[in-house]
């Protein structure tokens, strides 16, 4: 239920009725925009009088909220959300702040990361990416370095100051992730309806989670994955498209369903970023697909540089090389100006 | 088979490599670049003695194509391809040449369609599309308003000089729309693999066939079509991305898949044009995926306008109003600008 | 509308109403079942007094048939369909008539086809099936022999007594077919959109029409498909369902959806074949295939059979081995009487 | 690697063989079939000298397994996979052995979950199925009865002597799952790809896993999630036919691949069973598909039944009363004796 509330109410009166709502065992969120506050009520809300609530002079109007997903609903909360670091320091994302993530898909060692990292910071990326913990569909291939892969991307952060993306597999490295200070959890593809795991993200962290699309996921299984992070604490979800499975498999790995931005962007308040890298599989559709990815209105670009594509460990015909991404980077500036 | 030729052979050399290739009763495409020749060889090449190409002082190097399009295939024609109107008048399309198609899904009246074609032309749109011939699902629905329609898209034509985009459904109406010197014949996506229409556009008429992709159609599928016109005499084709048949169909009719623009600008000469309207079904969507698919590498956008969506006798949630379409034109201005 | 008249009453006055109802120039189907008769009325229904209907002593009940599909409608005509040839000679097709349609994807030669239709015969079939005219992705490719192959399958009928059953491509064909009396026109899965094909087969013939799927169609599409013959004229179609494409290519071709047999039955009287030649792609899975296929329900199963498969000019890899055809036959009858 | 050894070889020397082998650090399989044995060597097997291998006199060939998932690979183990409960007592599973596993989507309550298994178990059941932990694509939606749900289980049957299938889907539930001896663990479509679970099913029990295919998985990946399992310890797999997403949605919640039946009954050993109930979502499409999947050749079926559909708290609309299973067990067993 989306309860609007007059604009020129004083902050007293509406804390009076949130504290009413809550003892109703509901759960309030607030949204203060700059001329209208708004409340979304979460719960039964079948136990409040609708008639009464429409009646009170500090309310404006009364409405339900069809919609299954609830706290990342935009009716919730009109304006972009804008995700900030855990650090307090760092870009924001979200609300006009593009997010550029740059990095190989795997941590291979200390001289490539800190090599690539440089590069992409260099060009003009505001985050570094890297695995290391892989998802392989194979449980005899190369599974990633793990936590040294992890200790490596925080000298990288150390030496560039970029804040570290990578992605969390296991719930049992969640106390990793959180006590070595991930700045972003990736959540990949096939985790995206991990309950168990998404729970465990809303209760344990503030962290921003980016969290993928389902391999073949729906846009609204998306947004109810989200809500498993968010209706257990943590706000701070990023939603990322990164190609859905469809019969087109001859020239591109996956579907970059790129119109999953503007709907999203319509039904939720949160940042909507894209992956070309992973939809298209091939670093040759890489620029048109971020350039197109920021023309729809996304938020930001998750992409793969490797300063040798030919010898990476891991998904190296679909990684840049510094200098595509440094010219790249050069493009994507002059497109959001023009777009501005 | 492709024959690239030395730079600086004198046309009279290649002339009589040609008629020699001809000899052997082989298709030869010639294509004549800044630099240099190319010749590309169609039918049964193993009558070919390729060492013997090879060999001749005139060619550079001889390639097997393996690809099973041949007519559309790039190597054989590496610039872009540039079509004229049968007129001779009106816009190009492609290799820069951008297309601006915009008008009402159906024609239903003249005072409709000359309003609309005014104001699509005054906001910038190069070419008016309408419907007189309507695919329908149904045999009970409106089939649109047949040759009537096409006498008033002539009139639009006449009143705003704008080329006209139609859609043929039927082979017995082929005679009337070269008669009346339709501009750009189209080809809908329950047509696509109607090899039977194909042929007979690639016969009878030299005038540019928009040939959009099949509902669940592959790109392959697409060239292979595209290759029956091109091998019955027209060359002039225009491929349409128009959204594929995918599981997602909560917020989109189709997913328009933005991938196969550069998939298909590296695969062949042709130029490759996006649906923004059909794709969607959604008006609130295509700004943003016009945009998208222009930083795509699109050759031209076909959108749909109508001067009263909410009363369209056809598809009025996927049509833009004048205004908007305006705003939208716009944008594409500055884009390309920033993208050139 | 569906109108349902009470048991026992006149032929007389049943003729009576539907005189009086075509004169309101809807289109009226008579359903003369064991119990019962059922008039379904197409067209504008609007300007029938529903009321005053419901109100007639002859009249049951009445009922709005919102389905987009009408003449092809089980609640228009409840019991099955039996579907006869012209000839009047030859096995019925469908309420309880298993049509058991085989031969080879093309015709080859005159030795090739009457061996294969004597050995299909031998093992039970009791319709001979052959493509004279191929459709064909590539225009390069071999398209068939054409007319000489219709020839051919009118000798191995002579000489079998099996009726045909053959693809027609091209409108213009359509007179070819009836006139050397071709039992059944197949409608392959890129034409079954083509409403201007559709339309002459229901305007022009009563065979009955082996209607397929499309590529990527659904079930509704198939039903409206079926529709556009029925509303011109032709009530005798038969549906088959061959296979969808879906992301699962690694194994089939596409992917066979038996659950739109018992669907296609609840919804229509028509009968409904399946092939599992063209799905799967692979001729190991046809047995398995065929045997699911009838546990399912369908009433045929049109298959593929090769003297020689290895050296088919045209999909060997999917074609059972004479042999390999009559042990599934066996075993289609066993498992027939074990479903009866 | 696959190794064929001569039959009438001593075990003695086989297992002189087998050491060497895995001295070198190689997981070993052996297969012991009536005629002859089969070793599948598992791990880097470049380390080893093919053609010295082939010399030697016990052994009869020696070939390269290309294909990605070894364990699972009939080349293996030429004959179906026997699986057995961990208790030694029940129903073994494959080779023959048809499971018929039936019961409510969620357990709600002792008597309602008694009183299905007992009428389960008279039409002809040999296990039970239920819910007590559910996967809810809404946070907000009723999650199961816990471990509560997996007592009454317990109690069903101590009840009626039917083992217990369900659905494990949180990790940290594994022990409780394994204390309480549940018979066979169920893992759903959503967590087909969590590794991180597969992983510990493999170390921490040998109870039969029945994996269920992903959303839209492949069925490379269904094998090779059920490779995770076994590559950690539990070879005792049930790989399940549940649906796959496509296009097609009007009529049925996902579309049942039966082809995936035959298709994984030629790659693998494993057991292969089919979810005609989920796959559908329709109760009055589950006989007919449950018919065509045992036609199909599958090893099981695991089918909803309820006493109440209509008033179920989850899935009534594909649950069968249990007059309709009784029904629809009857023509199994008929339609088993008829392909047999």
Known sequence: MIVMI??????????????WLRDKKLIVKEFHGQ????????GNTKCIDKDMLKSLDIVESVADMPETFKASNRKMHPEDSILRLVSGNGPAIGGGNFALIAGPCSVESRSQLIGIAQEVKAAGANFLRGGAFKPRTSPYDFQGMG???????????????????TELMYLQNLDLFIEKGIDVIQIGARNTQ?????????????????????????????????????????????????????????????????????????????????????????????????????????????????????????????SLTPEAFAALSAKIDKLREALA
């Open 6 to 19: 007059r604009p020129d109410v004083s902050p007293e009166k509406i804390e009076h009725l949130i504290k």
């Open 35 to 42: 001329q209208q506050c708004v409340l979304g009520l979460i």
């Open 147 to 165: 936590s040294e892969g992890i200790d490596l991307l925080l000298e990288a952060r150390a030496e560039t100051g970029l804040p570290i993306v």
């Open 194 to 318: 991990n309950y168990d795991l998404l729970k465990e993200l809303g209760r344990c962290t503030k962290a921003p989670i980016l969290l993928k699309r389902g391999l073949a996921g729906t846009i609204k299984e998306l947004l109810m994955s989200a809500e498993y992070i968010m209706a257990n604490g943590n706000e701070n979800v990023i939603l990322c498209e990164r190609g859905i499975r469809t019969y087109e498999q001859d020239y591109t790995r996956n579907t970059l369903d790129l119109s999953a931005v503007p709907v999203l962007k319509s039904l939720t308040h949160l940042p909507v970023i894209v992956d070309p890298s992973h939809s298209t599989g091939r670093s040759d559709l890489v620029p048109s697909m971020t350039l197109a990815a920021i023309a729809a209105g996304a938020d930001g670009i998750i992409v793969e540089v490797h300063n040798d594509p030919a010898n990476a460990l891991c998904d190296g015909a679909q």
